[in-house]
């Protein structure tokens, strides 16, 4: 069983940055993608970034790809969502899921093994 750990969450104000972590423990034998996703208040959940399980691919969403990025330990134990120039719409409880179909990696409904999520609040 695929178990994911997210931390580094917390309250900053806006234009500041932060770096996400979740740990990745279990068998990934059979997962595309570690995958983080956001869900704000009323919101649906929304994928974010995502990095192959080889970590030979990763990808940003438009909305904040000149902001955020993605990466791993070398051990692929562990996989970061670095958050730079936060702004307040960047508020929401973040979460990393394990799936994903291969070529479509932010899809919501292909992640089946979540973590419980750690919360990130931007202040203006």
């Known amino acids: 069983q695929v178990q994911l750990v997210e931390s580094g969450g917390g309250s900053v104000q806006a234009g500041g940055s932060l770096r996400l972590t979740c740990a990745v423990s279990g068998y990934t034998r059979n997962v595309n993608y570690i995958t983080w996703f956001r869900q704000a208040p009323g919101k649906e959940r929304e994928g974010v970034a995502a990095i192959s399980a080889r970590g030979t691919w990763s990808g940003v969403r438009d909305s904040v790809k000149d902001r955020f990025s993605i990466s791993r330990n070398n051990a692929r134990t562990l996989v970061f969502l670095d958050m730079n120039n936060l702004k307040p719409e960047d508020t929401a409880m973040y979460y990393c899921?394990?799936?994903?179909?291969?070529?479509?990696?932010?899809?919501?409904?292909?992640?089946?093994?979540w973590g419980h999520g750690t919360q990130v609040t931007v202040s203006s």
């Open positions: 899921g394990a799936g994903g179909v291969d070529g479509e990696s932010l899809r919501v409904s292909d992640y089946k093994i």
